[in-house]
């Protein structure tokens, strides 16, 4: 079974841009997504943005769209490039795998939740 693992987050300021990647431990085969998602403190996780495979068609949630783009690195690894950020974009940011089309937005939908990585937005 696949295991993710994201890096890249840290402590930046309003406005500065931060890139995050989700590394794969295997080649994932066959219809995918990878979805990011965030959790602040005290709130649910919810829905970033994820990306699809073969395809690559991406979908976004309404308060990241025109900010935030997520891409394909190479066969294991996806980035979110996230530009403009703003301190309520702070959090830990989780990547995950949906392997059951269509695409989603549900977090249970997804599995092989990596440990997450912080992204803390400053004013």
């Known amino acids: 079974q696949e295991q993710l693992v994201e890096s890249g987050g840290g402590p930046v300021q309003a406005g500065d841009s931060l890139t995050l990647s989700c590394a794969s431990s295997?080649?994932?085969?066959?219809?995918?997504?990878m979805g990011w998602f965030r959790q602040a403190p005290g709130k649910e996780r919810e829905f970033v943005g994820t990306?699809?495979?073969?395809?690559?068609?991406t979908y976004y949630s309404d308060s990241v769209n025109g900010r935030f783009t997520i891409s394909r690195v190479n066969a294991k690894t996806v980035a979110l490039q996230m530009n403009s950020l703003r301190p309520e974009d702070t959090g830990i940011y989780f990547c995950?795998?949906?392997?059951?089309?269509?695409?989603?937005?549900?977090?249970?939908?997804?599995?092989?939740w990596g440990q997450g990585t912080q992204v803390t937005v400053s004013s």
């Open positions: 990306i699809t495979y073969p395809n690559s068609n």
């Open positions: 995950a795998v949906d392997t059951s089309p269509p695409m989603s937005r549900d977090p249970q939908e997804y599995k092989s």
């Open positions: 295997i080649r994932l085969l066959g219809w995918h997504a």
